[in-house]
């Protein structure tokens, strides 16, 4: 047989990126042909490959991808061919990504000159998690407080302009840099696999990660919006030099194989190229606002100015008018979701109505969702509000003596039952969360369109008509729907008031 040594096709091959899928179909052949009896031409004229080179495109329709990013970081022996490639990382170490330009000569001449915008994530690789990811990484948070899944090496990292992390989200990077330089940024991952495992009974499998980058151009606002190019590749994260026994093992497990069995498997590289993918459904509200610096401060937030504690404001409107209609539009349910703290879920959403929002029963919403946010969107849906701790009921006395006195005078005849049949006592509910005395006299200075400042003290009516300070341990033991008559008497050294609850 004769074999045609094509050279510079093989060059070709190397050059276009894809060494390593021939590489990884071609293991085990050179045993058939003798060492060193082959090169990449010959295997590619032999009969099984015929089929799938006739289905390739033409060679001026094959996609070029703008750019390549290349993580340094060995794949693991043990992927079968076909698959994609596994990464072992360890915990905390830096690793290089190189972001290669891999433009032709004339290809996107707009962005020549200018910084381009890339945005880094730790995700979920198995679709089960994904579907909890927020709830996931919430839990993480409140067991790792101030730490992050994902940040930048910045002293080994070249190349890279304004580097930002927001603190909201601990799995996200972003940088900017330019294409005609060199760049290569050190990411570091400080979450490892098995935190994210159902069962924790020591030895378990840990579960898959994603790093995926998200490349953008400006818009004509100056802003970075217009999606470009993203790739991702599928990591596993170990303690620290956990990844390296791990590949250790791999590796000779593979060694033990027989050589019919490592066909089915792909050789390890010595790098990782991540492969093309679609972008981060939530990248379009990325850029929305500012992000602090990673050398900013933690953010701080400012309270308003007012005479009422902001803890006992009283309640917000939206709850109460914000909920979802049976005929609200995909489109609307989508900014509900949003205005709601749901933006996690949106992309699981996308083309639910609220009719079909209202559908959802509980299980189904605590299935898709998690427990806690589960349980949290049910309540939105059905516009359901949270129970005060406690409710009373108060009734304004002068007020309402003044009207029974007017009400007396004119029905002298009916005096004897007037109370019941003449007079219409009106009380006011007063809602309490904290059970404080400061919260009841916030409350009552409402009731009253008064500053609490005008409120000197408050008492409670007790026996034989004594005045009882009030205090938060008295209001901690009024009963459920207790209801009050409130009298108000001038204190003597200001122009307060006095408030008596009887």
Not at 315 to 320: H, Q, S
């Amino acid at each position: 047989m004769a074999w045609a040594l094509k050279l510079p096709l093989a060059d070709e091959v190397i050059e276009s990126g894809l060494v390593q899928d021939f590489d990884a179909s071609l293991s085990g052949i050179g045993q058939e042909l003798g060492a060193g009896a082959y090169s990449m031409s010959d295997v590619l004229a032999l009969p099984i490959f015929k089929q799938e080179e006739s289905s390739l495109p033409p060679d001026n329709e094959n996609k070029i991808l703008p750019f390549q990013y290349v993580l340094c970081a060995a794949t693991s022996p043990a992927v079968k061919l076909h698959d994609e490639t596994l990464t072992y990382l360890n915990q905390g170490q830096s690793y290089e990504i190189r972001m290669l330009d891999n433009r032709k000569l004339g290809e996107l001449p707009e962005i020549n000159g200018k910084l381009v915008k890339s945005i880094f994530r730790v995700v979920f690789h198995d679709r089960r998690l994904q579907y909890t990811e927020h709830q996931q990484l919430e839990g993480w948070r409140w067991n790792r407080p101030g730490d992050r899944i994902l940040d930048i090496d910045i002293p080994m990292s070249v190349g890279i302009i304004d580097p930002r992390a927001n603190p909201t989200q601990l799995n996200t990077v972003e940088f900017l840099w330019d294409p005609a330089k060199r760049t290569s940024v050190f990411i570091q991952v400080h979450c490892i696999s098995t935190e994210f495992t159902m069962r924790k009974h020591g030895g378990e499998k840990g579960v898959p990660f994603r790093v995926q980058i998200d490349t953008f151009k400006e818009n004509e606002n100056g802003e970075y919006t217009e999606h470009l190019h993203s790739a991702s590749c599928q990591i596993k994260v170990f303690k620290p030099k956990g990844a390296d026994r791990k590949q250790k093992t791999d590796r000779e497990k593979m060694e033990k194989r027989t050589p019919h069995e490592k066909e089915k498997y792909q050789p390890s590289y010595e790098t990782t190229i991540l492969t093309e993918c679609s972008p981060w459904p939530e990248i379009t509200y990325v850029n929305n606002s500012p992000s602090p610096g990673f050398n900013s401060s933690h953010s701080s937030f400012s309270l308003g100015e007012g005479n009422g504690s902001p803890n006992h404001q009283p309640e917000p409107p939206p709850p109460v008018t914000d909920n979802l209609l049976p005929t609200t539009t995909p489109q609307e349910a989508q900014q509900w979701l949003h205005r709601n703290r749901f933006s996690t879920f949106t992309r699981l959403f996308t083309n639910f109505s609220g009719a079909d929002l209202l559908k959802l029963t509980r299980d189904d919403v605590i299935q898709i969702c998690g427990p806690a946010d589960g349980i949290r969107l049910f309540n939105a849906l059905k516009g359901r509000m949270v129970r005060p701790r406690l409710t009373i009921y108060v009734c304004q006395e002068s007020l309402q003596l003044r009207e029974q006195q007017q009400q007396q005078q004119q029905q002298q005849q009916k005096h004897e039952d007037g109370d019941s049949n003449g007079t219409f006592f009106v009380y006011h509910a007063i809602y309490l969360e904290e059970l404080t005395a400061v919260e009841l006299t916030e409350k009552i200075a409402q009731l009253f369109s008064i500053s609490p400042r005008q409120i000197s003290q408050i008492y409670k009516q007790g026996p034989t008509g004594i005045h009882v300070l009030i205090s938060d341990e008295m209001i901690q033991n009024f009963q459920e729907e207790a209801c009050f008559i409130l009298d108000t008497m001038k204190a003597e050294t200001n122009d307060s008031y006095h408030i008596i609850l009887k």
